[in-house]
């Protein structure tokens, strides 16, 4: 026992005498005591007042300390208890140190033997105590520190599939400007090709028309007769008018194979993290070029862009948030579809919204959808990095991407976009170039 250090006592023992000297012995040495007098009231007492040590007599009428030893370990456990009994028995004293007493004692003890025994029996309980918190206190740093590194693995693998995502993006966005490339050149042969037929086709017709009035004008009747049977059987008249549809419905497919060859370029432009003054209007052209084929057979597409100024911006990234929008919007339409594209410029701030009249999301996964890895789409079709990915391009952009959606209704987002000449690097974000 340290010196200095008192203790609450209580000394249980069937007879008077014993207990009140035990008690004086151990108040002489600072302590304070109470006495009980059976176990049930040794058990009544421990419930009653907090203590630090229990003197038990073993040999007791009815209940015997042996018997409420266990009873007393569970209920106390920082509760010193020696036993202390008349008896030489070598076996009780070993089974009562089995059940948890801290400590043994034969009547009739002295003075000093006692209050020594009492000193030790509660110096292990403090030991045995200080251990037990360092062992909890151990455990909840290594729960604490799983915990942290579970974290750490999620997240890691989180950046990973993230990297994964936007690796494939790339290769796809290369992969596009390539093919925008080799489609550009034949595309421009057959367009101009295309014009100069159409020319010749002109020419050819005047001189059919030409060669059939000369014959009205000048042939036997007969050979007339013969020309204009196989003018009508040879279907000439109508080719030759069909033939000029033909070649304008051929000039118009080149120009939209130009506009999506253009949006590809756009769309996947090398210069990845050149920051430039765009108009956001372009961008959401050049997007729906490349999403078109995703939308045209269940959705028609309204516009209404509004004049826009010129904004610092990184019109590829703008043009994947675009994309992962209407793409979404598109999975969320199974037929007869609409989407409504808004631009506006309120006051130095450029709002886009896109609205489709889709499945709707429903409020509880209304929060979740900026979550990475959150899709309620089947495996192949969701990678839940659409949103996650948008909501962190357009946070490198200052601006704001915000949810409405009504199950069965429809969803909106508007995204905004503060207008600026150059884009400063977020804090944190990483945006790394300006317009300079
Ligand atoms: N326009 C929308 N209509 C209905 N649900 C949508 C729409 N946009 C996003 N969602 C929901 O948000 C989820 C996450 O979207 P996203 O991050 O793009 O991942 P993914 O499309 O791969 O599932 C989708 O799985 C879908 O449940
Ligand atoms: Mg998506």
């Known amino acids: 026992m340290p010196s200095g250090t008192t203790m609450q006592v209580l000394v249980v023992d069937d007879e008077p005498e014993i207990c009140a000297l035990y008690c004086r012995w151990l108040e002489q040495e600072g302590h304070t005591c109470r006495a009980a007098h059976s176990a049930t009231a040794a058990l009544a007492e421990l419930g009653s007042t907090p203590c630090d040590l229990m003197l038990l007599d073993i040999n007791m009428p009815e209940v015997t300390g042996i018997e409420i030893l266990q009873e007393v370990k569970e209920g106390y456990p920082d509760l010193a208890v020696v036993i202390v009994t008349a008896m030489q028995d070598r076996e009780i004293a070993f089974g009562a140190m089995r059940l948890g007493a801290d400590g043994y004692l034969n009547k009739p003890a002295g003075k000093m033997e006692l209050t020594l025994l009492a000193a030790n029996a509660m110096m292990r309980r403090q030991v045995e105590r200080e251990h037990r918190r360092r062992q909890e206190e151990l455990s909840g740093l290594v729960s604490e520190r799983n915990a942290k590194l579970a974290a750490a693995y999620e997240e890691l693998q989180r950046s990973h599939h993230q990297i994964l995502q936007q690796e494939k993006m790339a290769a796809i966005g290369q992969l596009a400007a390539g093919v925008a490339h080799e489609i550009n050149n034949p595309t421009g042969f057959i367009a101009s090709n295309l014009g100069t037929l159409g020319k010749y086709i002109e020419r050819l017709a005047a001189c059919i028309r030409e060669q059939g009035e000369l014959l009205a004008a000048h042939a036997p009747a007969e050979t007339v007769s013969q020309h204009l049977a196989s003018r009508q059987r040879l279907k000439i008249d109508y080719i030759l008018k069909d033939a000029a549809d033909l070649i304008d419905e051929s000039k118009e497919g080149t120009e939209r194979i130009k506009k999506i060859v253009q949006g590809l370029k ?22 729906l070029n490349i999403v078109w084929n995703e ?58 919204t896109i609205a489709d009249n ?19 789409k089947e495996v192949g079709k969701g990678t839940g990095l659409g949103m996650s990915i948008s909501a962190e391009i357009v946070k490198r952009h200052h601006g704001e991407i915000s949810v409405a959606s ?10 905004t976009l503060p207008v600026s000449e150059r884009l400063e690097p977020r804090e944190g974000g990483g945006i790394g170039a300006t317009t300079d």
């Open 266 to 287: 756009n769309f996947s432009r090398k210069d990845q993290e050149v920051c430039q003054l765009s108009n956001i209007n372009d961008c959401i052209e050049s997007t």
């Open 295 to 352: 939308l045209k057979y269940k959705t028609t597409v309204s516009k209404e862009l509004g004049t826009l100024p010129l904004t610092a911006c990184f019109p590829q990234q703008l043009n994947q948030v675009f994309m992962n929008v209407l793409v979404n919007a598109a999975h969320a339409i199974t037929a007869n579809g609409e989407i409504h594209i808004r631009t506006r410029d309120e006051n130095g701030v450029i709002a886009i």
């Open 358 to 376: 889709g499945c709707g999301i429903p409020p509880e996964n209304l929060a979740r959808i900026f979550e990475p890895f959150f899709t309620t």
């Open 406 to 415: 009504e199950v069965g209704r429809g969803t909106t987002f508007t995204i």
